[in-house]
């Protein structure tokens, strides 16, 4: 690959799935460095492999895999452990109005705050729109466990947010 330019169907893959991998990685790694690093990172080892997709949607359910498999390995180096999120930088889309600027700021908030484990299945689901059992297949859990995780996520999110906001 080096010195090589990108096929045209590797340069739409990324054009169409860097934003999404990017604030998968960001909820997760809670650093915009990091997760600029790792969506890198993510990206060259698909490229590099060359796995055979029959479609972009098969191709991005492969590069969460990555992307998932990148975070744990991020989350076990001692490197990760002793270095502060910066939590305060977050993604907000700037053809938001005002009110949904806040609310998109008070659930990054509170989306943050939550545990790894229930941070990332919400992520999968609600921002990524990923099933279950692809969300299974990518965290490399049962489907029951995704389910539970999602059930307690969603309520420690109420419970932050409070009985007004509509999860």
């Known amino acids: 690959m080096k010195g090589e330019c990108m096929k045209p169907e590797a340069n739409e893959l990324v054009n169409s799935c860097y934003g999404h991998i990017y ?16 969506t890198q990172e993510t ?54 109005a005002e009110e949904d600027r806040e609310r998109s700021l008070d659930l990054m908030k509170a989306m943050m705050a939550l545990p790894k484990k229930y941070r990332n299945p919400l992520h999968l689901y609600y921002f990524e729109d990923l099933t279950i059992a692809e969300i299974a297949e990518t965290l490399s859990e049962k489907e029951s466990t995704v389910k539970t995780q999602l059930a307690r996520g969603r309520a420690k999110l109420k419970k932050e947010l409070g009985e007004n906001y509509e999860i």
């Not at 960001?26 to 915009?32: A, E, I, P, V």
């Not at 492999?49 to 895999?65: G, H, N, Q, W």
Request: with cysteine.
């Open 43 to 96: 990206f060259y080892r698909f490229l590099s492999k060359e796995p055979e997709t029959d479609s972009v949607e098969e191709a991005r359910k492969y590069l969460f895999r990555i992307a998932a498999n990148i975070c744990r390995n991020y989350w076990k180096s001692g490197w990760y452990r002793r270095i502060v999120p910066d939590t305060e930088k977050v993604l907000l889309d700037e053809a938001c």
């Open 23 to 38: 604030s998968y990685l960001y909820m997760m790694l809670k650093n915009t460095i990091d997760a600029e690093d790792a």
